[in-house]
């Protein structure tokens, strides 16, 4: 795998443990020997690593300032990436993490893996907090992970928390982490864990998102069906990104391709799928900051088409969506239809 959105490499792995009724963490003295692992464990992470970028879940996010404490030791450890710097690493964010959840209302014992990663493209630490009594079992004496057959690939909703921090990103990116936790419910962030442990806050609202993901849309997708009228394509846009609407860029892109790519396109279904998760590599390749489930925000309340030069502006409120029609006549002019009931008329200023 070469990029942030295709895979990544795990480089170096340590696994902790976290029992609160306990006084301290326990952290590994030596990394786990990954040229052991079997491929269903490396199928398990790199599917949470995928979805801490991509999921429905996942937060942009930056540093609240140059000081703060995972960042400060991260930097510290990309100076030098030994063996023991990473173990130390993980041993600093395990303590760390640990004092941090007793003294906060979580009652979540757990496993914390600490990774160091490779995309292609970045580098950086990948943090999870598993429940270890599904799909992953651990030998708390060692702290080694076996697999559990059948169980593993399926243990999703037992991942607690995850972020992937990176530490050479360029300077035209502003997001320094991504962090997804699943305890809390859809749009909450946790309180501890993304502001008191990463010290960490979102940067992306859905309005930039919205109006970025649109914009992507309608250029993507009139280019890639260019036999298709684009005011039929602009208005299945238009009715998935609706205003409050909860998307899933590659379902929502899917839906508007199901509109309009032709029934006798061979292997239809896999065409719609192979676009729809093009696209949604594209975009993130494009727009690295950003993420992929977000709530539609915009005003939509009223629908414009204009000439290319702006010389022609036609604007309706959608509630009369019905009563206005737009077809071409032979010679591929446009023609809009008015329902006589709306009065139609010139009017004088």
């Known amino acids: 795998m070469t990029t942030a959105i295709a895979g990544m490499t795990i480089r170096r792995m340590a696994i902790n443990a976290i029992n609160l009724e306990e006084s301290d963490a326990k952290t590994s003295g030596e990394l786990f020997p990954i040229e052991k692992s079997s491929e269903i464990i490396d199928d398990f992470f790199r599917t949470h690593f995928l979805e801490t970028r991509n999921g429905k879940n996942t937060k942009s996010c930056k540093f609240i300032d140059e000081d703060a404490t995972v960042k400060t030791k991260i930097e510290r450890f990309a ?3 030994t063996d023991d710097s990473l173990l130390k690493l993980s041993e600093e964010l395990t303590e760390n993490l640990f004092k941090i959840m007793k003294n906060s209302s979580s009652t ?8 160091e990663v490779y995309t292609g493209e ?6 999870i907090k598993l429940d270890p009594k599904h799909g992953v079992q651990v030998d708390y004496e060692d702290l080694t992970v ?14 607690h928390k995850c972020a992937i921090i990176r530490y050479n990103k360029k300077d035209n990116i502003d997001t320094d982490l991504f962090v997804m936790d699943k305890q809390q419910k859809e749009g909450e962030p946790a309180r501890f864990f993304i502001e008191t442990f990463l010290q960490a806050e979102e940067i992306l609202n859905d309005k930039i998102i919205t109006r970025t993901v649109i914009k992507e849309a309608k250029d993507k997708i009139t280019s890639l069906l ?8 602009y208005n299945s846009i238009d009715k998935v990104f ?13 839906n508007v391709l199901k509109d309009h790519v032709p029934e006798d396109q061979p292997d239809r279904e896999l065409y719609i799928n192979n ?19 977000f709530t539609v925000e915009r005003k939509d309340n009223v629908i414009v088409y204009k ?5 022609l502006y036609f604007r309706f409120n959608k509630g009369i969506t019905s009563m206005i029609g737009f077809s071409k006549d032979n010679g591929g002019n446009d023609v809009i239809t008015i329902d006589k009931s709306l009065n139609f008329a010139r009017t004088l200023k």
């Not at 609706?242 to 899917?254: P, R």
């Not at 000439?307 to 010389?311: A, C, H, L, S, T």
């Open 242 to 254: 609706s205003n409050g609407a909860h998307i899933e860029l590659d379902k929502a892109i899917n």
């Open 79 to 81: 100076e030098n990436r």
């Open 307 to 311: 000439g290319d030069k702006d010389q």
């Open 275 to 293: 676009n729809a998760n093009d696209f949604v590599t594209d975009y993130l390749t494009k727009y690295r900051d950003h993420q992929t489930s």
């Open 226 to 233: 260019p036999d298709v009228d684009k005011n039929l394509i």
């Open 108 to 115: 979540s014992n757990g496993t914390f893996f600490v990774f």
């Open 122 to 127: 970045e580098e950086c630490i990948f943090l």
């Open 146 to 159: 076996k697999v559990l057959e059948n169980i593993l690939p399926d243990s999703n909703d037992r991942v």
